[in-house]
């Protein structure tokens, strides 16, 4: 049964930094992996697709990075601002059918 | 493109009582899905349609819950009879394949 693991939970950071999110699962027969954002009250809104045989996908100050062989991919937020404050989850699609499996998110805080 | 449109935004019910959500999934889009998250769970997918037909309610927790999609831009998660464990957030999202979800707002429920 596929997992899907982030950690950590929670991060705070000063404006201006650059910062790495990390997401783990543990089937790496997948078809692809999305990484959304979530504001408070919101729904999730997608930011990145990476398809299985894709190793990265970036768009502006983000970077998605994806290695199955390992289990593994990365959010890359380069220089971070206030506005990037919210909650980001890791999902993947593992078969034909078009369940994807969540992880339970990193809470982002950057700092003014 | 007005995105995906839920209603209502907020859900107060007592137990016993039915409750209907109602999701507007973007134009064009030929998937639909409900999830549902709570702190402890995360999001669950509960069920999605194809060209409105359902595909998979391996997820819709009971008999309670039921789902229905009459037409390509119009769908329905009704709960009858509530029960304060329903209480979550229920968000509806849709696709096309291939593509990226995108989520409405959701609903925030809750069962006293």
């Known amino acids: 049964k596929q997992e899907v693991t982030q950690i950590p939970a929670a991060l705070s950071v000063p404006e201006g930094e650059n910062l790495v999110l990390n997401c783990s699962f543990t089937d790496s027969a997948i078809y692809n992996l999305q990484w959304f954002r979530q504001d408070p009250g919101k729904g999730l809104t997608s930011l990145l697709l990476i398809q299985s045989s894709q190793r990265e996908q970036t768009s502006g100050r983000l970077n998605a990075s994806l290695d199955k062989s390992s289990g593994r991919s990365t959010l890359y937020i380069a220089a971070s601002q206030p506005g990037d404050s919210a909650t980001y989850l890791c999902?993947?699609?593992?078969?034909?059918?078009?369940?994807?499996?969540f992880g339970s998110g990193t809470r982002l805080l950057v700092r003014p | 493109d007005a995105g995906v449109i839920q209603s209502p935004r907020h859900e107060v019910t007592e137990m016993g009582q039915e409750v209907t959500l109602r999701c507007k999934p973007i134009s064009g889009h030929d998937y639909l899905f409900w999830y549902r998250q709570t702190m402890m769970r995360g999001l669950e997918l509960l069920i999605y349609f194809n060209n409105n037909v359902p595909i998979d309610d391996s997820g819709m927790p009971e008999d309670r819950f039921s789902a229905k999609m009459p037409n390509a831009s119009f769908s329905t998660l009704k709960i009858q009879p509530s029960e304060p464990r329903d209480s979550a957030v229920y968000f509806c999202?849709?696709?096309?394949?291939?593509?990226?979800?995108?989520f409405g707002n959701g609903t925030r429920l809750t069962v006293t």
């Open positions: 999902a993947v699609k593992t078969d034909s059918s078009y369940k994807l499996i």
């Open positions: 999202a849709s696709s096309s394949l291939a593509k990226p979800l995108h």
